[in-house]
């Protein structure tokens, strides 16, 4: 039985980001190898910005500030309250990963898993950029701003480094 | 608490990316769509979703979409493939809706991980983006919604027969 870490904690807030902005396996040409990867960018990109807060607009050197910083993840600017339509598709999520009888169990379950782990593991992945990744796009929809350079895509979302 | 994590950063380097103020206009497909992205940022293909097997279904996830989100009115959808780095997606432009949907595939539109709000979510220039993962330009907006009348699918679908009851 899969549940997701506490709302109220770290693990809870991180968790719940990467499953809303990771592609799952709703998703055409989904495997948990690229998802894991990209997930593990995404941790690194979150805790760098930890480390220079007030660059990405967050409030406090914490996670949940990096979060909820102004137009920076969509859904997640009042968390713990955070947008109907994620909650929504993450019970989704977490509705087939516990029904056995459904055949995607498997899929959604090891997704999910990854997501816990990633939010939980006391280290990010080393540093893969020659800068300081902080921050990801869908792919295709432009740059994050002014200083970022790309640095790779992976499985549909653009990382970049400053 | 999360715990510490051990530090292994590296020093900044900032490199002011040069924004590239091409306008996809005039293209075929498949060709690169380089909305206002900086200079490294990994081009966007175009492709046909009615011929792709992954989204050739659209008229049926844009019409099952408009029937529960405005059955009362017609709706009209632009849809245009966009590929990168041999991932695809498509972009759902869904103009009474006044928002631009990311469809990766599959039946359901309203599990997309990226839908835009043009009322909320688009900034007049990449300098009032400040990292963020979904805020959008005004120019990336005009170039993808040209290139997708251009080269994009439509839909239309009329008023659900009866919903005035509802």
Redesign the interface.
């Known amino acids: 039985m899969i549940t997701l870490p506490p709302k109220s904690t770290?693990?809870g807030a991180e968790t719940r980001l990467l499953l809303?902005?990771?592609?799952?396996p709703?998703?055409?040409?989904y495997n948990l190898a690229d998802a894991t990867n990209c997930m593990q960018l995404m941790d690194l990109v979150l805790?760098?910005?930890v480390?220079?807060p007030k660059?990405?607009?967050a409030k406090a050197p914490t996670?949940v500030a990096v979060i909820t910083a102004k137009?920076?993840?969509?859904g997640f600017g009042q968390y713990p309250h955070y947008d109907n339509?994620i909650v929504?598709?993450i019970q989704?999520m977490i509705d087939i990963a516990n029904n056995p009888k459904d055949s995607r169990a498997t899929q959604f379950a090891s997704f999910i898993s990854a997501a816990i782990k990633i939010a939980k593991a006391?280290?990010?992945i080393?540093?893969p950029?020659?800068?300081?990744l902080?921050?990801?796009?869908?792919?295709?929809?432009?740059?994050?701003?002014?200083?970022?350079?790309?640095f790779q895509?992976v499985?549909?979302t653009?990382f970049?480094?400053? | 608490m999360h715990p510490p994590r051990k530090s292994n950063r590296s020093i900044a380097i900032t490199t002011i990316c040069l924004i590239s103020l091409e306008i996809a206009i005039g293209l075929g497909f498949p060709q690169p769509f380089r909305a206002q992205a900086c200079q490294q940022s990994p081009d966007a293909k175009m492709f046909n979703v009615a011929s792709d097997p992954d989204f050739k279904n659209y008229q049926q996830v844009v019409t099952r979409f408009a029937k529960k989100h405005r059955p009362k009115a017609e709706n009209n959808f632009c849809i245009i493939g966009s590929s990168t780095d041999n991932v695809k997606n498509a972009w759902v432009l869904w103009r009474e809706g006044s928002q631009i949907i990311l469809w990766e595939g599959g039946s359901d539109l309203d599990l997309s991980r990226r839908i835009i709000h043009l009322k909320s979510d688009v900034v007049p220039t990449e300098g009032d983006l400040h990292g963020s993962t979904y805020l959008v330009t005004k120019s990336w907006v005009d170039d993808l919604s040209r290139s997708c009348s251009r080269l994009g699918v439509k839909v239309h679908t009329r008023k659900v027969k009866g919903s005035h009851k509802q």
């Open positions: 770290d693990e809303a902005e990771c592609r799952g709703s998703f055409s040409g805790w760098n910005r480390d220079d660059k990405f607009l996670l137009g920076q993840f969509k339509a929504n598709n989704q006391p280290q990010t080393p540093e950029s020659p800068g300081t902080t921050a990801w796009r869908t792919a295709g929809s432009g740059s994050p701003g002014l200083g970022f350079t790309f895509t499985f549909g653009a970049y480094y400053t």
